[in-house]
């Protein structure tokens, strides 16, 4: 049984940072393309940022240059390194596993 569950999530003042973490469990994560989804209220589900086993990364043109997904096969881990946060980068983010593996997903909420 596959497992994803995200922490870091929070409370974060425009400008700030948040790294995201994603601990899967049930199966090796080497072999599998692994992304990052975001869902705001009321939006789309929306890809963030995807990594492939050879640590081949895109972004959506709203992260470039802000976040950096990054993967540590040993520990069976993802993470998203959020720079340079917004308000619009507000939502619950879900960890993802191909073919079709979720997270519950962590909110982040970018405010002052």
């Known amino acids: 049984q596959v497992q994803l569950v995200e922490s870091g999530g929070g409370l974060v003042q425009p400008g700030g940072s948040l790294r995201l973490s994603c601990a899967a469990s049930g199966s090796s994560i080497s072999f599998y393309r692994m992304a990052w989804y975001r869902q705001a209220p009321g939006k789309q589900r929306e890809l963030v940022a995807s990594i492939t086993p050879y640590s081949n990364t895109q972004y959506s043109d709203s992260v470039k240059g802000r976040f950096t997904i990054s993967r540590d096969n040993a520990k069976n881990m993802v993470y998203l390194q959020m720079n340079s946060l917004k308000p619009e980068d507000t939502a619950v983010y879900y960890c993802?596993?191909?073919?079709?593996?979720w997270g519950q997903g962590t909110q982040v909420t970018v405010s002052s």
């Open positions: 993802q596993r191909d073919p079709m593996y």
